[in-house]
Every structure is written in structure tokens, then in C-alpha cells.
């Protein structure tokens, strides 16, 4: 059972992919969630698509390899350049001039791109967890260790091209627990090792050697060009995104810095109220949209 229903829904054809996007809500203003990374589909914004679209307008789609979407395993269907490119054409398939854009871990270099480089089309971002290419990423799911090969993986070491070709169940049950560290968030665990299944081993190793986006250099010039409102949120315990990726957008761009302590990669999914209530003063804030008491409090 869900909790809300899409008002419509369709699939647009972008360069031979079909998406599958949905639209909730009818306010005046749009959110547009950007999926992440296609180990999950759209429905990991379930706990925001309900509060939201009681005001909002709010869309999502099935990332490019999940999903109701298609699963293409070249890696040339992948990367940023075409990301950008699908948010755009749900964009225009969806007769949004521009929108309010959210984005969670990857899809938070996503969210930044359309600011800097098609700001006509943004009127404010939130991103949850998001990575940066001016932060590393944490040494044990570097490049070098998703390259290397290993025999009867432990841990991190399953963080591998060659295992997630291998043993793609095993290895979504190990980052699943990494997603949620916090205690008590069995459900969520489940979520993500039952949307897992609608991808595959080659599908993710496609996306990770996807080419860089030539047109769209994420640089700290390219944050700065950032104007429009914009709020990064992100769990202190993270162990998959380094809180250091949103404190440098933070320093770039100016923007409202929102740190959950006790949060691991995803306070929207495992603290759903406290995030949501901020982000709804957020954009009561800047926007002046919605109606909301605020929230109040240090957020734990």
C-alpha cells in the first residue's frame, strides 16, 4: 500500500532510453526529484512524496537502469552529461519551466550542474548526503578498491565492479546496512535490498565508468555561479559520502548547511519528519511557499 498516488504518469524516450516518470500533487510551484544512483529507484523518496505533494507539485522518475525505466549497459548511457540531459527532458516532457530540484548522494552533483549551467531552470536546490569531485571519496570505497580484485570479499571489499557481477544481492544487503547505520531501521534495510533487484551487477559497473560530462566541469567556479537558495543536509555518521563534500558546497556556494548528528547517508529516509519539517521552512523562507509551523530545535 502506498501512501499517496501518482495524479499521472508516462515514459518519455530520451536518445533510445525510456524513463518512467511520475507526478504527484498539483500546487503551484514543482519539486523535481532526481533519482541517485540506480541500486534504487524513485520510490526511495516515499517519505517525501506524500508531506510534499499536500503543497507541491512534485515529480519523480525511475533512474536510467531501475525501475520502470530502461537498463542500458554501455557505459556511454551513464554519467552526469546524461543525468543532466534526463532531468531537462522530464523537465520540458512535464511543461515545468523550472522547478525546485532535489537531489540525494549522486544525484547531488546533478542538482548543482543544473544551478550553475541552466539556472533558468532552478529556483532553489536541497541535497541530501551529495558527493562532490572536489571531496575524495572515503578510502574504502575508492577507486583503487572498486577496481581491485578480490577473493571472498569482506565489508568495503565488496564494493567491487567484479563483485557486484557476481553476488549483486549480497553485496546490496552489505551497503544497505551502510545507508542505515542507525539503529532500529530494519525497514529501510529491506527497501533498498527489494529495489536492488530491479538492476543489475552490469548495469552499476556501466555507470561507474561512465565519461566525464565535458560540457558541465563541476569546479568551485562552477558552484560559485550558484544564485539561487540552496540547503545541503548531511548525517555526521556517514560513512558513504564525507561530511566534508557538503561543507565545501556550503563554503562555495553560501548556502544553508543542515548537519543531522546522529544521521548516517540518509536523514530524509531514516528521519523523515525532522527533515521534512526543515526543508518545508527552507523554502517557506526563501520561496515563501507552504504553510508551516517552524521547527524548532537542535536536530539529532
Sequence with gaps: MRAVLPNHEG?????????????????????????????VHSRSYKAQIPYFSDKYRCITWDPRGNGKS????????????????????????????????????QSGPTCAILA??????????VTVGTHTPLVPRFEHNSEASYNSVVKNPKGWEKYNRGYWKTNLPDF?????????IEPHSTKQREDVRHWSKGTTGEVLAASMAAPDAA???????????????MLAVHGRLDPIAPLAASQKVAELTGCDLLVFDQAGHA??????????LAVRDFLNKHLGTGHLNSAKGKVS
Design 215 to 229: 560540457q558541465y566541469p563541476l569546479d568551485a567556479a562552477a558552484y560559485q555561479r550558484i544564485t539561487c537558495p
Design 172 to 180: 546490496a544487503e552489505f551497503f544497505s546496512d551502510q545507508i542505515f
Design 116 to 125: 550553475a549551467y541552466h539556472a533558468d531552470r532552478v529556483q532553489a536546490v
Design 267 to 276: 536523514p530524509h529516509a531514516r528521519y523523515p519528519v525532522k527533515f521534512n
Design 11 to 39: 515514459i518519455i524516450d530520451r536518445n533510445g532510453v525510456r524513463l518512467h516518470y511520475e507526478i504527484y500533487g498539483n500546487g503551484p510551484q514543482t519539486i523535481l526529484f532526481i533519482p541517485t544512483w540506480m541500486l
Design 70 to 105: 530502461d537498463r542500458p549497459t554501455d557505459p556511454q548511457g551513464f554519467g552526469q552529461g546524461q543525468y543532466v540531459g534526463d532531468a531537462l527532458a522530464i523537465l520540458d516532457a512535464t511543461d515545468t519551466k523550472s522547478a525546485i530540484v532535489f537531489g540525494y548522494s
